[in-house]
């Protein structure tokens, strides 16, 4: 059963009408967005997508009268209860009482699954997507931007000169990381150190037991960091293998690339491949030094084929910051020429710079230093609160609430935007930040245990006609389209606004529509209303990377 039967309705009695196949019309109609000034009805039909209005053909008649004409062919009947026309769409509203009842039955029965089995997903294939992101560096803390380079070379000759195996066994991320800073410094000064750096590196590539030994080294103690850090994170990982791993690999595409004619030697003596249009290298990608070692684009040309011979994916997305635009673009680019046309099926999505983030130590440089900080100022915020409840875990509480906070104010415009960051801002508890969200689902929450002997299925749908419970409950109606537009273009944002409107009409509606005190049918009504509200907003929190606080932190926050 589709997710909400509306549509196919709408559809169906569109079909008549304009002699059109329904699942030709389905994508037409779509959910209006709720309004706080006046009832709008529930869907509008774009009657443009399916009307040619060319200015220039005088004999037809403008968009408007055609809607108007199309308008008057069509009939109420159980499902509609007004039809109307506004700017090229007919609009409809459907019968209150039927929207309630049927919006509650499917929120409840498909769960976690409200919106995915919408008629919106029905056409589309099962699809099977890999997707790299995060893509820290070996033996390099977390990095607010994520930012890839090779380091690894640096980082194994300034070990041999700097490090200390008893620092790497007692704190081995921090110790590789000081050792990095050191040889960084000091390469800057001395060309002998970025000769050693290049040396180890081609060891590396050549497989030296010696130098391979060190460099598994630094990856294991790097791993086990970053498991640690995705775990508060919520994050899993199905494989780590970053492109390091692929040093020997990319040696195979160099072969391959030279067996196709695509590798020309530069006067330095490095490899290149001919990107340009005219083929005259204005526009060229190195992927050799001169030495013959790999660059980051031959590694990850070899991660990529060997990805989708592994995986045989429909799509590879790659999640990095916006700065690697150009090698992105480079990199779909060779494989296209190297004749694999599922490059076509390769995506980069990128994401923007974060400026004035700074912790009470100073600038930021590491994301758990970014954790430890939303987590510290909720911990504040929680106990300079009066009406703050005692808390089992406040640790654990200011840390999902923290997460929360720093994940909507990321998700909240274009991931390609750059952003200017807020402690203040983003940590607020009143209007469009992760933390009302989480204290609104912890009210929520909070009604239904207190209200959990009276609860039922079976209610009256006639105790949920107020202008608030219609708000909520047409909102409701849109999800699922919220989750389409979110799939077809990777942005968060879209998921973020709605939950943001849910959870302010969630609170509007509560204040005119109480449970406690309220007759019982009444009560109950409205209960089962914001469970509604509360399980949708849980699903759309999760999708986030939020993990939805139960129990409100102050005692004004509850709900009753």
């Given at each position: 059963?589709?997710?909400?039967?509306?549509?196919?309705?709408?559809a169906?009695?569109?079909?008549?009408?304009?002699?059109?196949?329904?699942?030709n019309?389905?994508?037409?109609?779509?959910?209006?967005?709720?309004?706080?000034?006046?009832?709008?009805?529930?869907?509008?039909?774009?009657?443009?997508?399916?009307?040619?209005?060319?200015?220039s053909?005088?004999?037809k008649?403008?968009?408007?009268?055609?809607?108007?004409?199309?308008?008057?062919?069509?009939?109420?009947?159980?499902?509609v209860r007004?039809?109307?026309?506004?700017p090229?769409?007919?609009?409809?509203?459907?019968?209150?009482?039927?929207?309630?009842?049927?919006?509650?039955?499917?929120?409840?029965?498909?769960?976690?699954?409200?919106?995915?089995?919408?008629?919106?997903?029905?056409?589309?294939?099962?699809?099977k997507?890999?997707?790299?992101?995060?893509?820290?560096?070996?033996?390099?803390?977390?990095?607010?931007?994520?930012?890839?380079?090779?380091?690894i070379?640096?980082?194994?000759?300034?070990?041999?000169?700097?490090?200390?195996?008893?620092?790497?066994?007692?704190?081995?991320?921090?110790?590789?990381?000081?050792?990095y800073?050191?040889?960084?410094?000091?390469?800057?000064?001395?060309?002998?150190?970025?000769?050693?750096?290049?040396?180890?590196?081609?060891?590396?590539?050549?497989?030296d037991?010696?130098?391979?030994?060190?460099?598994?080294?630094?990856?294991?103690?790097?791993?086990?960091?970053?498991?640690?850090?995705?775990?508060?994170?919520?994050?899993?990982?199905?494989?780590?293998?970053?492109?390091?791993f692929?040093?020997?690999?990319?040696?195979?595409?160099?072969?391959?690339?030279?067996?196709?004619?695509l590798?020309?030697?530069?006067?330095?003596?490095?490899?290149?491949?001919?990107?340009?249009?005219?083929?005259?290298?204005?526009?060229?990608?190195?992927?050799?030094?001169?030495?013959g070692?790999?660059?980051?684009?031959?590694?990850?040309?070899?991660?990529?084929?060997?990805?989708?011979?592994?995986?045989?994916?429909?799509?590879?997305?790659?999640?990095?910051?916006?700065?690697?635009?150009?090698?992105?673009?480079?990199?779909?680019?060779?494989?296209?020429?190297?004749?694999?046309?599922?490059?076509?099926?390769?995506?980069?999505?990128?994401?923007?710079?974060?400026?004035?983030?700074?912790?009470?130590?100073?600038?930021?440089?590491?994301?758990?230093?970014?954790?430890?900080?939303?987590?510290?100022?909720?911990?504040?915020?929680?106990?300079?609160?009066?009406?703050t409840?005692?808390l089992?875990?406040?640790?654990?509480?200011?840390?999902?609430?923290?997460?929360?906070?720093?994940i909507?104010?990321?998700?909240?415009?274009?991931?390609?935007?750059?952003?200017?960051?807020?402690?203040?801002?983003?940590?607020?508890?009143?209007?469009?930040?992760?933390?009302?969200?989480?204290?609104?689902?912890?009210r929520?929450?909070?009604?239904?245990?207190?209200?959990?002997?009276?609860?039922?299925?079976d209610?009256?749908?006639a105790?949920?006609?107020?202008?608030?419970?219609?708000?909520?409950?047409?909102?409701?109606?849109?999800?699922?389209?919220?989750?389409?537009?979110?799939?077809?273009?990777?942005?968060?944002?879209?998921?973020?606004?709605?939950?943001?409107?849910?959870?302010?009409?969630?609170?509007?509606?509560?204040k005119?529509?109480?449970?406690?005190?309220?007759?019982?049918?009444?009560?109950?009504?409205?209960?089962?209303?914001?469970?509604?509200?509360?399980?949708?907003?849980?699903?759309?929190?999760?999708?986030?990377?939020?993990?939805?606080?139960?129990?409100?932190?102050?005692?004004?926050?509850?709900?009753?």
């Amino acid at each position: 059963m589709a997710a909400c039967p509306f549509r196919r309705s709408i559809a169906a009695q569109l079909s008549r009408v304009l002699n059109l196949p329904p699942e030709n019309l389905i994508k037409s109609i779509s959910a209006l967005p709720v309004s706080k000034k006046r009832p709008v009805a529930d869907f509008q039909f774009f009657v443009g997508s399916v009307i040619e209005n060319k200015s220039s053909d005088r004999s037809k008649p403008d968009l408007q009268l055609q809607t108007q004409r199309l308008a008057e062919k069509l009939k109420c009947d159980t499902v509609v209860r007004e039809i109307s026309t506004g700017p090229g769409t007919v609009n409809f509203t459907i019968n209150r009482e039927l929207l309630a009842k049927t919006v509650l039955q499917q929120v409840f029965k498909d769960g976690s699954e409200y919106g995915i089995k919408s008629e919106l997903f029905s056409t589309l294939p099962r699809r099977k997507i890999v997707i790299e992101f995060s893509s820290p560096n070996i033996a390099k803390k977390f990095h607010v931007g994520h930012l890839r380079s090779t380091i690894i070379g640096l980082l194994g000759a300034g070990f041999q000169q700097f490090g200390n195996e008893d620092e790497l066994k007692s704190n081995p991320l921090q110790h590789l990381f000081e050792v990095y800073v050191q040889v960084n410094k000091a390469a800057a000064e001395d060309e002998n150190i970025k000769k050693l750096a290049q040396d180890f590196f081609r060891k590396l590539e050549a497989r030296d037991e010696q130098i391979l030994s060190m460099w598994q080294h630094f990856r294991d103690f790097s791993i086990e960091e970053y498991v640690r850090i995705y775990k508060r994170l919520g994050v899993h990982f199905d494989e780590y293998s970053g492109e390091s791993f692929y040093q020997e690999k990319s040696q195979e595409v160099l072969k391959m690339l030279d067996a196709k004619g695509l590798l020309q030697k530069t006067i330095k003596g490095t490899r290149v491949v001919d990107l340009s249009e005219k083929r005259d290298l204005s526009l060229c990608s190195t992927v050799m030094r001169s030495d013959g070692t790999s660059l980051y684009i031959t590694r990850d040309l070899a991660a990529a084929i060997d990805r989708m011979m592994k995986y045989n994916c429909d799509t590879m997305i790659y999640v990095t910051d916006k700065s690697q635009n150009a090698h992105f673009e480079q990199l779909f680019q060779i494989l296209k020429l190297m004749g694999y046309q599922w490059a076509e099926r390769c995506q980069h999505v990128s994401f923007g710079l974060v400026q004035g983030m700074k912790t009470r130590k100073g600038e930021v440089v590491f994301l758990e230093d970014v954790l430890n900080e939303a987590r510290s100022r909720m911990l504040q915020n929680m106990a300079a609160a009066k009406t703050t409840k005692e808390l089992e875990n406040p640790l654990e509480t200011a840390e999902k609430i923290g997460l929360a906070a720093l994940i909507i104010q990321d998700f909240k415009g274009l991931l390609s935007s750059d952003y200017q960051f807020s402690w203040d801002r983003v940590l607020q508890s009143r209007g469009d930040t992760g933390v009302f969200l989480q204290y609104t689902h912890a009210r929520l929450h909070s009604l239904e245990q207190m209200c959990r002997d009276g609860q039922s299925t079976d209610i009256n749908t006639a105790c949920l006609q107020d202008p608030q419970a219609i708000s909520v409950l047409q909102h409701l109606l849109s999800y699922d389209e919220v989750l389409y537009k979110s799939s077809e273009d990777l942005q968060p944002k879209h998921m973020v606004s709605y939950l943001l409107t849910l959870s302010h009409l969630a609170a509007v509606a509560h204040k005119t529509l109480p449970v406690k005190g309220s007759a019982p049918e009444q009560a109950q009504a409205r209960l089962r209303l914001f469970q509604a509200a509360r399980s949708v907003l849980a699903n759309g929190m999760k999708l986030l990377g939020i993990t939805p606080m139960k129990k409100p932190q102050h005692e004004n926050h509850i709900l009753i």
